[in-house]
C-alpha cells in the first residue's frame, strides 16, 4: 500500500485514472507556463511513503506529450524520501504550453527493484552478446 500525505490544502491526492492504469496522476499545484526548450520543476504538494523495497517512477503523461511536446525530466523516488514529489517538465514542442492549478502534469509508477549485487567472474551467454545501439536491427 502507498501512503500520501496532502502538503498544501489545494494539493490533489494522486489516483488512478482507471482499475487498469498502472500509474497514479500527479497534479500540479500552481500556474505556470513552460515555453518551447525550457524546463521546470513543478510542485505536486504530496509527500508519499512507498512500501520497502519499491521506487516510484515519474512518466510523462501520454496526453500531454503527443499534444504539446511535454516530456519529463529526472524522476526516480526511493522508498525512503519523504519529501515533496516535484515533477521536472520539458517542452520540445513549438508553443508555449500553460499549465493550471490541479493539471494532471504526470504520473507516478511504483515498481518493486532488486537491491542485490555481486560480482562474478564470467556472466552467461545470450544472443546479443555485447551488441549494442542497432544491433538487433533498425
Partial sequence: MIQFKRLADDARLPVRATEGSAGFDLYCTIRADIAPG??????TGIAAALPPGTCGQIWPRSGIA?????DRL????????????????VNHGHETVSIRPG?????????PYLAEAVEVEELDETWRAEGAFGSTGV
Fill in 103 to 111: 493539471d494532471r502534469i504526470a504520473q507516478l509508477v511504483v515498481t
Fill in 38 to 43: 525550457h524546463r521546470m520543476l513543478l510542485p
Fill in 66 to 70: 503527443v499534444h504539446h511536446g511535454i
Fill in 74 to 89: 529526472a524522476g526516480l523516488i526511493d522508498a525512503d524520501f519523504r519529501g515533496e514529489i516535484q515533477v521536472s517538465l
